[in-house]
Every structure is written in C-alpha cells, then in structure tokens.
C-alpha cells in the first residue's frame, strides 16, 4: 500500500523566512502533485512534477522531486502572510488509471 | 474555460436519509474522480469513471455508489447515511487518465 507522509503537519513562520516541507512516498512513482487548499475551499493545483530532478517554481514557492529517495520538497522563500493555507502533496503511482494518494497536509501559517 | 462544478455546495441530511451529489467535468475531459476529505482521514479516493465505466473503487462500503452518463457528467450516491459521512466530497476531472486532475469547489456535506 502506497503511504504518503508529509512534515511538519503544521508549521508557523514569520514573515520574511525560509522553510521547506517534505513529502516522502513508499513506492515507485512517476508522478507527484502539490496543492493549496484554504480554509473552506477547494484544491488548487501548484505544481506537477514529472521526473526525477524536476524542479518548478512559481513566485515564492519552489518544489522539488527525487524519485530516488522518494521524495519531495516545497521550498518557501521569504514568506508573505498570503501563503497560509494548507499544503498537500499528492502521488499517482502511474501514470493515470489510478487514484492519487495525498498526504495528510501541511498546515502553514505565516505570522508578522 | 468553465472549470468543474459540482452540486450542491451545501448539503444538511439527517442520519439514515440517502443524497446524490453531482459532479459537471471540464468540457472535453472524460475521467471523473471522487474524493472524500475529513479532519480525521484526510482526502481519500472514492471511485473512478472514464467513459461511463467505473475503472477504480477505494476502500469505501457500498452505501457509497456513482456513475457516469454519456457526457461525463457524473453523480455519486450515499445511502443510509451516518454521522462519519459529514464531509468535504470533491470531484476532479481529467482529460484522460494519464492527464492532470483539476478539482470542483466540493460539497459539504453534514449529516445530523
């Protein structure tokens, strides 16, 4: 059985500092997601990794994908109070055909 | 574009009662899958259609239940509900199976 774990679960940071969350998955993948989720809402789409070594970036967030070691990062630079929300990272074991497996989330909160 | 939507937004049942939720893909997209996210367990797999077919079922009992018509709208059903059911149930859509899910706003539903 597939397990997805991700770390911290909850996280509280100034403003203006870096941290990274993780996500480590149990088995082979070729693909891996991140997602947003605010309070209430849906979930919105940050990034797709697809191979081992991808690395995205989107404003002040950076993710990261080694399918080596099963594992994956979400780099926050110089956070903002915007990106608090909840974070999940998500990993289809193939490509399509098969549910995605989320982890239980990180929720950031981002302080003055 | 339209993005996927889903109906109701809010649903309040009592305990025993029965609902259907529906699920309106991505025009174009012909893969629809339901998840359930609690505080508890997180976001779970429910099922999978493509086509009108149901191609992958997560661990759930048959009180939960779906389908698909022809235009890839798609409904799911839970039966004799319990006070466990009370949910965040979101629907994502996907070109085909090896594409990108893109997730509906969800429907909340409470069971008293």
């Known amino acids: 059985e597939l397990k997805v774990e991700q770390n911290p679960l909850f996280l509280s940071m100034q403003e203006g500092k870096n941290y990274t969350i993780y996500c480590n998955y149990s088995?082979?993948?070729?693909?891996l997601y991140w997602y947003r989720q605010d309070p209430g809402k849906s979930l919105e789409s940050l990034f797709v990794?697809?191979?081992?070594?991808a690395v995205k970036q989107e404003g002040r967030l950076m993710a990261s994908l080694d399918t080596k070691a099963r594992l994956s990062t979400l780099h926050i630079t110089a956070a903002v109070h915007d990106l608090s929300a909840t974070y999940f990272c998500a990993v289809d074991i193939w490509a399509g055909n098969t549910p995605l497996v989320f982890g239980k989330g990180t929720r950031l909160s981002v302080i003055a | 574009k339209a993005g996927v939507t889903q109906t109701p937004r809010y649903l309040i049942k009592t305990r025993g009662q029965q609902v259907t939720l529906s699920c309106s893909p991505i025009?174009?997209?012909?893969?629809v899958s339901w998840y359930q996210q609690t505080p508890g367990q997180g976001l779970q797999f429910l099922f999978e259609?493509?086509?009108?077919?149901?191609?992958n079922k997560g661990n759930f009992p048959g009180r939960f239940s779906g389908r698909q018509f022809s235009n890839s709208r798609s409904e799911m059903n839970v039966s004799t509900l319990e006070l466990g059911d009370s949910a965040l149930y979101l629907c994502a859509s996907s070109r085909d199976a090896w594409d990108e899910q893109y997730f509906g706003p969800g429907t909340r539903l409470t069971v008293t």
């Open positions: 025009s174009g997209h012909r893969s």
């Open positions: 990794l697809l191979s081992n070594g």
């Open positions: 259609y493509f086509s009108e077919t149901q191609r």
């Open positions: 088995t082979t993948s070729d693909r």
